[in-house]
């Protein structure tokens, strides 16, 4: 399978994101897609994730109230967006397919990155 | 909040057997992977439940596992394999959690 996510955006302070990406080459609907970030120079930091097929939504903590995870079945996409953006917010996106694993999942495939800026 | 802690760097030649180690009060519970990440590029899983091998990586690449600490052992060090490699798991809640990540260098 694979992953294909949106192009990089430049947002204002305050301003709302949105990043798609698009799975090919499984059944989109069977495993759950998450969303991990990873500022300039840091770490993978995990935003949250939903379940394809019902849509169900889970966030970290960090972002409940500003997140919002979505999806299209009919086209294969999930969604991310974020609200009330600060600079803390510049990174690269990713979304990556979500395998259980007993209690928890691993990533694989991971898509491509998206980069957000959040400049004034 | 839950931690995933990994040493913030790991030095060793060509050749050598590099050992990168993740701690979580849960791994005993909770399933670890592994994942490679080179300059501007995706992460990469490379271990999953503790010690499977990912498809298409190669066999110097193992994981194994014991108590509170699971293991990423890179044998026969090559120089492609300097990266950044981050171990993964979860909470008591099921959150996904990152440990730090740990640069690899090789000399």
């Known amino acids: 399978g694979q992953l294909a996510q949106s192009g990089s955006e430049v947002k204002k302070p305050g301003a709302s994101v949105r990043v798609s990406c698009k799975a090919s080459?499984?059944?989109?609907?069977?495993?759950?897609l998450h969303w991990v970030r990873q500022a300039p120079g840091q770490g993978l930091e995990w935003v949250g994730r939903?379940?394809?097929?019902?849509?169900?939504?889970n966030y970290a903590q960090k972002f409940q109230g500003r997140v919002s995870l979505t999806r299209d079945t009919s086209v294969s996409t999930a969604y991310m967006e974020l609200t009330s953006l600060t600079s803390d917010d510049t990174a690269v996106y990713y979304c990556?397919?979500?395998?259980?694993?007993?209690?928890?999942?691993?990533?694989?495939?991971w898509g491509q990155g998206t980069l957000v800026t959040v400049s004034s | 909040s839950y931690e995933l802690t990994q040493p913030p760097s790991v030095s060793v030649s060509p050749g050598q057997t590099a050992r990168i180690t993740c701690f979580g009060i849960?791994?005993?519970?909770?399933?670890a992977s592994w994942y490679q990440q080179k300059p501007g590029q995706a992460p990469v899983l490379l271990i999953y439940?503790?010690?499977e091998r990912s498809s298409g990586i190669p066999e110097r690449f193992s994981g194994s596992s014991s108590g509170t600490t699971v293991t990423l052992t890179i044998s026969g060090v090559q120089a492609e394999d300097e990266a950044d490699y981050y171990c993964?798991?979860?909470?008591?809640?099921?959150?996904?959690?990152f440990g730090g990540g740990t640069k690899l260098t090789v000399l």
């Open positions: 993964q798991s979860a909470d008591s809640s099921g959150n996904v959690v």
């Open positions: 080459g499984y059944t989109f609907i069977a495993y759950s």
């Open positions: 939903i379940i394809p097929y019902n849509g169900v939504t």
């Open positions: 990556a397919t979500g395998i259980a694993a007993g209690d928890t999942n691993y990533f694989d495939p």
């Open positions: 439940k503790d010690t």
């Open positions: 849960a791994l005993p519970k909770l399933y």
